[in-house]
């Protein structure tokens, strides 16, 4: 049975009694709660022993006026929404106590209609105020530190390194393959810092196209290109108090990193076209999979800022090396996925987690992800059993690697030739010989997917 919603709770504090009967009465009908006083004295009284939703409050009242009652009711806590009621010529005089902390004013007389779309107006914001306080809670829950899912040493200190750099302005450079949850941490990072209720942004540098890049992360002004009709925040003021993740920042091309070098020298911007810089407070975690000392190395990245973001530096290792922690990593997204699909009475097999520990997982924690999903959708009964696994590991086989030349072999042409072999024929045989399926799994087009069966004569 559905809970009947609580009704709000008014005050009322005007000097004239009969407006404050007619608000009584008019609110009334529209399922308020409605207690009347004739000052500011009374209404401190009252807010104090009795907690409102809202309180109307008139300006001009004797004992205690309406500004006089706004200091005091917000100097002493009192939560409720204020909205003044002011006559003619106390129009300026309601703007200031909107300066001070008063939500809005209506100017007397009013129509019941005026009230009533003032106190909705009032409402929508303090449920949307509620809805925000609610999603940072759960952001902050979900990122803090009991979310990420590690038994292991190797990963007690990363949450160590977490907790000593998290409230620091310090950069910080995240590494580790596809899918080990790099993202997770700079989020952890974050929500556990003193910037929790600032922005936190997040960009995938390899995502976008280079002539892009630099608008998306500097913004620019009206008229700096083409397409550019009108000014934009960049991504860096957009997390302005808070953190920019600079996701694979190896990808970035060098012309921006000698750009992203001087904002992280000056803490400041110059959005594209425009004549003055800006000044920013982000704190900044990159994060990669690539090998950027050998990039340095090759001259792929500038030394310079490769220095400057590995200030503080967080290697989070493979699942692989790991193990240990899939056993708990299953039952977190046994959880997940069951509350979402509707499944909470599934288990796991002893088979299904032999075959998940046996599996060396080329996509970290986000393939083993993908995997509960994808068994607990196809889970029939109550326990998740072996079948429900995709063939490869059903079968108890990874991925095929180099090892596939014959012996004595080293050419690296051939040795992908073979790989890209494989990788069709099992995307193939996982989508029963459906190209147009083996083709969006693959992540290329299905006409690029017929050149290479017809080229390894896959026919």
Request: glycine share 6%.
């Amino acid at each position: 049975m559905k809970k009947p919603m609580e009704k709000k709770k008014i005050l009322v504090v005007d000097d004239e009694e009969n407006l404050r009967h007619m608000l009584q009465v008019v609110l009334g009908k529209q399922g308020y709660l409605v207690d009347g006083v004739a000052n500011g004295e009374e209404a401190l009284r009252s807010s104090q022993a009795s907690a409102y939703d809202f309180i109307l409050c008139d300006i001009r009242m004797p004992v205690v006026d309406g500004p006089e009652f706004l200091r005091r009711a917000l100097a002493s806590g009192i939560r409720g929404t204020i909205v003044m009621m002011s006559a003619y010529g106390t129009v300026d005089t309601a703007i200031e106590c909107m300066k001070l902390g008063a939500y809005d004013y209506i100017s007397k007389p009013f129509k019941n209609d005026e009230i009533l779309l003032v106190l909705k107006k009032a409402e929508e914001r303090e449920n949307l105020k509620e809805e925000n306080r609610r999603l940072r809670e759960d952001l902050a829950r979900e990122y803090s530190f009991s979310s990420i899912v590690g038994k292991t040493e190797r990963m007690r200190e990363i949450f160590s390194l977490v907790k000593k750099v998290c409230d620091f302005k310090t950069t910080v450079l995240i590494l580790g393959e596809s899918g080990t949850g790099k993202e997770l941490i700079a989020r952890a990072i974050h929500f556990n810092s003193n910037r929790q209720k600032a922005p936190f942004v997040a960009v995938n540098c390899g995502a976008i196209p280079e002539n892009l890049l630099e608008s998306e992360l500097f913004g620019h002004v009206k008229g700096a290109f083409t397409d550019a009709v009108s000014d934009k925040a960049g991504l860096f003021e957009q997390a302005d108090s808070g953190t920019l993740l600079l996701d694979e920042i190896g990808e970035m091309p060098p012309f921006l990193q000698v750009k992203l070098l001087r904002v992280l020298q000056e803490g400041e911007i110059r959005p594209v076209g425009a004549a003055a810089t800006k000044k920013i407070d982000v704190r900044v975690v990159s994060a990669t999979s690539r090998d950027l000392v050998a990039d340095v190395a090759s001259g792929r990245f500038r030394e310079d800022l490769f220095y400057r973001l590995n200030v503080f530096s967080i290697c989070v290792p493979p699942l692989r090396e790991r193990v240990e922690d899939i056993p708990f990593l299953v039952q977190h997204f046994l959880r997940k996925y069951s509350a979402l699909l509707g499944k909470s009475t599934v288990r796991l097999s002893p088979d299904f987690l032999d075959r998940l520990m046996g599996y060396p997982w080329p996509g970290n924690v986000r393939e083993l992800e993908n995997c509960v999903e994808r068994a607990l959708v196809l889970c029939e009964g109550d326990y998740l059993e072996a079948e429900c696994l995709p063939e490869n590991l059903r079968l108890g086989e990874s991925l095929p690697a180099i090892s596939l030349l014959p012996a004595g072999e080293f050419s690296l042409k051939r040795a992908g030739e073979m790989l890209e072999r494989e990788y069709i024929r099992k995307a193939l045989v996982k989508t029963g010989g459906n190209r147009t399926h083996a083709a969006k799994i693959l992540e290329i087009s299905h006409r690029a997917l017929l050149y290479k069966i017809k080229e390894y004569g896959m026919d």
